[in-house]
């Protein structure tokens, strides 16, 4: 019933049982974009503009690839939590803050610790339930700097929809375009996350292709978010495509399609072919394995399962507004449902009761570590970083946990 009442609302305004979520906050699921920040680093030692552009485009698929099979719904972060994390393996460090709550915007600030790049942005989840399916439009610009080369991309990330909330085994489609802009040189990468489709085919695929500023088609890009990423010479794809039409039709039927056969469940396709390489195409990703354990811990990747983790010293050094410390979530990390509940619900009656508070004061909320600004590339507006957070100067932060 609790469903039914709420179709077509924003999720962002609907207390969700804890059931429905993972142990980790959405602050931590916007880290997972650097999981596969190697794709990055290699652009500093390409001298060739559309080869960085190929790496790029890599990068904007991987970072999705975490959602395969995460049916978990990330907790909504309080207003002022923060989270940070450092790689020093993978030449990286990451500090995000929630900036808003009404509507809930997160805002993130990524440097690589040689110098070589920056990537930030701020993600607005919009969600929204349409009776077997929820849907999530991440609206927010992504931008990243190549500062060796003097470059700016900026991107947005695909329409995610988890099917059969209700009933039915729970399934992610990933789907829209994703258009990635290389400020300096006018190049840019279309990518098209394909929909399910009638019998299932496209399922998972992104066909997509770079383009420089008079429009010419330099190269292709095609695979799965799921799986791989590759790229080709556009002719060499054409022709690829046509002596693969010669069999669709008899493959088709033997195809089914999505939820073609069940009014209550939306079925994933059986059938998921693997990418169908294209001579002469080069490989720009592919997903690494989870670990043996990963179905029983929320089918986290090895990046995400470290997310979490409190190592010796680390308590002295974090602002006590870390998601690490978050009580709901370490207790349902824990196994401690009840615990997790009850800790939750705590944590969003002591947010309404400050803004409350802040209304009653006439007090604006004000943020520490990003501020309202101008992205210089697109013109709109977005969180900047206004630095000094990893100068550990920690005084005067909310109370939220």
Same mark, same amino acid.
């Given at each position: !019933?609790?469903?039914?009442? &709420? ?6 305004? $609907? ?25 990055? /680093? ?51 460090? $990451? ?63 695909? %329409? ?5 909330? $209700? ?81 669709? /039709? ?51 990747? &090895?990046?995400? !399962? ?7 010293? !680390? ?18 990390? %824990?196994? &401690? @449902? ?33 501020? @309202?600004?101008? &992205? ?7 969180? $900047? ?17």
């Amino acid at each position: !019933m609790f469903f039914y009442l &709420n179709v077509k609302q924003e999720l962002s305004k $609907i207390t969700m049982p804890i059931a429905f979520n993972e142990p980790l906050s959405f602050l931590q699921r916007i880290t997972e974009y650097m999981e596969h920040t190697y794709l990055i /680093n290699r652009t500093s030692s390409m001298s060739d503009s559309i080869e960085r552009m190929r790496a790029v485009a890599a990068f904007a698929v991987s970072a999705v690839a975490s959602q395969w099979d995460r049916t978990g719904k990330p907790f909504n972060p309080l207003l002022g939590e923060t989270y940070e994390l450092i790689r020093e393996d993978q030449g990286f460090r $990451i500090v995000s803050e929630q900036v808003s709550h009404h509507p809930p915007v997160s805002a993130f600030h990524a440097e690589n610790l040689a110098g070589d790049f920056v990537f930030h942005g701020s993600i607005y989840p919009k969600l929204k339930f349409w009776g077997k399916s929820v849907e999530a439009e991440p609206k927010g610009t992504i931008t990243l700097e190549l500062l060796k080369h003097r470059e700016a991309y900026t991107w947005s990330n695909p %329409n995610c929809c988890v099917h059969n909330v $209700i009933l039915g085994k729970l399934w992610i489609e990933q789907y829209g375009t994703v258009e990635i802009v290389n400020h300096s040189t006018g190049d840019k990468c279309v990518l098209n996350f394909k929909p399910c489709g009638m019998f299932g085919k496209e399922l998972h695929k992104v066909e997509g292709y770079i383009q420089d500023k008079s429009k010419k088609k330099l190269a292709v890009i095609y695979g799965k978010w799921t799986e791989c990423m590759w790229s080709v010479d556009p002719q060499a794809y054409e022709a690829h495509k046509k002596s693969e039409k010669k069999g669709d /039709n008899k493959k088709q039927k033997n195809v089914r399609s999505c939820g073609a056969e069940n009014d209550d469940a939306d079925d994933m396709p059986e059938v998921q072919e693997t990418v169908s390489v294209v001579p002469g195409s080069t490989l720009l990703w592919r997903i690494d394995s989870r670990p043996a354990h990963s179905s029983v811990m929320y089918n986290f990747t &090895n990046f995400a !399962m470290c997310l979490n983790e409190l190592e010796p010293g !680390m308590e002295a050094v974090l602002p006590h507004t870390d998601c690490r410390f978050r009580p709901d979530i370490r207790a349902m990390e %824990n196994g &401690n @449902m009840d615990e997790a509940s009850k800790e939750k619900e705590r944590l969003e009656e002591k947010q309404r009761a400050a803004r409350k508070e802040r209304a009653k004061r006439d007090e604006e909320w004000s943020t520490r570590w990003f501020q @309202m600004g101008t &992205n210089p590339y697109t013109g709109s507006q977005d969180w $900047i970083y206004t630095g000094g957070y990893f100068n550990r100067n920690y005084q005067d932060l909310p109370d939220i946990y």
